[in-house]
């Protein structure tokens, strides 16, 4: 039997694959997957440019298709894997959904609501808490963070470069 720490790195490791994803679709490259019962039953990646949708974040979509595979909206058995803290709105839906557990790799210093900027996991729900383990696989996420948006800007400069010249 595999330890909490070992299952924790396979499905980090799963969640960075979506992630990947997302980076070949010129998405932030945001993924997640939801476990139940030590299996995958959902995953997705950011989806925001794609749909138009600035609620297209990997963790509501897989959380959806989560909430679809079981046939409830309570996914109080289940763990969600993401490679970046969440956002507000993604940390109320875990809350809304009664998720069990969260696991998160690298901060989001911008909008992240376990600590980074705000933390909505510190306050106690009147209903729910939350379990959350931080950093597993930190610095890959990261990592693949700062290369997109490294990709991002160099394309955006050469692009400018080429219209000025014109």
């Known amino acids: 039997m595999q330890s909490l720490e070992e299952l924790d790195l396979y499905f980090m490791k799963q ?30 990646h950011n989806q925001v440019e794609l749909l138009k949708d600035a609620t297209a974040h990997a963790e509501i979509l897989t959380l959806t298709a989560g909430s679809a595979a079981l046939g409830d909206w309570r996914l109080t058995d289940a763990t969600l894997y993401c490679t970046l803290e969440p956002c507000l709105m993604c940390a109320g839906a875990m809350l809304s959904c009664r998720l069990k557990r969260l696991v998160w790799a690298a901060e989001d210093l911008r909008l992240g609501a376990n600590g980074s900027w705000i933390d909505i996991f510190q306050e106690r729900h009147p209903f729910h808490q939350i379990s959350v383990t931080k950093h597993i696989l930190k610095a890959e996420s990261a990592l693949l963070l700062k290369e997109f948006f490294q990709k991002r800007r160099k394309e955006k400069a050469l692009l400018t470069s080429l219209k000025n010249d014109y």
């Open 15 to 44: 969640a960075l694959r979506e992630a990947e994803k997302a980076f070949f679709e010129k998405e932030v490259p945001v993924g997640a997957v939801l476990v139940h019962q030590n299996k995958i039953i959902a995953k997705g």
